[in-house]
């Protein structure tokens, strides 16, 4: 069963950073179930699809942000209609062809089956900062530009 799924999870993930990518709040929340939370790089939570679309939209349009760069490493069934995505995502600067390191993030998503839907339940992003481990920081970073 599970490996059935594991395109479709991907999927919704590699929406949401489209979404992301291309600037567009109303597609990231529209992913998202009714009650579900966004946790950002810096710490802001904003809980349901009007709330995180209120959130972002000021960030896409006050600020140039950078596309992240993703490597999915783990997905897992949590009971028969909940599942957990893990993936590695880096920041590439507008107008730069690198990524930054010290924007290193783990992006956490739990999924849920809802009227025949995947939805995201949560979203959590946490800095990868990996303190007193620069070797760490460089694992990561190489592992991501693989994916450039």
């Given at each position: 069963?599970?490996?059935?799924?594991?395109?479709?999870?991907?999927?919704?993930?590699?929406?949401?950073?489209?979404?992301?990518?291309?600037?567009?709040?109303?597609?990231?929340?529209?992913?998202?179930?009714?009650?579900?939370?966004?946790?950002?790089?810096?710490?802001?939570?904003?809980?349901?699809?009007?709330?995180?679309?209120a959130h972002?939209?000021?960030?896409?349009?006050?600020?140039?942000?950078?596309?992240?760069?993703?490597?999915?490493?783990?997905?897992?069934f949590i009971?028969?209609?909940?599942?957990?995505?893990?993936?590695?995502?880096?920041?590439?600067?507008?107008?730069?062809?690198?990524?930054?390191?010290?924007?290193?993030?783990?992006?956490?998503?739990?999924?849920?089956?809802?009227?025949?839907?995947?939805?995201?339940?949560?979203?959590?992003?946490?800095?990868a900062q990996?303190?007193?481990?620069?070797?760490?920081?460089?694992?990561?970073?190489?592992?991501?530009?693989?994916?450039?």
């Amino acid at each position: 069963m599970e490996e059935n799924y594991e395109e479709i999870f991907k999927g919704v993930y590699k929406q949401l950073i489209s979404s992301w990518n291309e600037r567009n709040a109303q597609g990231m929340a529209s992913l998202f179930s009714k009650s579900g939370e966004s946790i950002g790089f810096d710490g802001s939570i904003s809980k349901g699809p009007e709330e995180i679309v209120a959130h972002l939209e000021p960030i896409f349009r006050d600020h140039l942000t950078a596309p992240y760069v993703t490597k999915v490493k783990e997905i897992k069934f949590i009971g028969d209609r909940v599942a957990m995505l893990r993936a590695i995502a880096g920041m590439i600067p507008p107008g730069d062809s690198d990524k930054k390191p010290d924007v290193n993030t783990h992006h956490t998503i739990v999924l849920e089956l809802i009227d025949d839907v995947w939805k995201v339940v949560l979203f959590q992003n946490t800095p990868a900062q990996f303190h007193g481990r620069p070797e760490l920081v460089k694992q990561m970073t190489n592992e991501l530009r693989e994916q450039l």
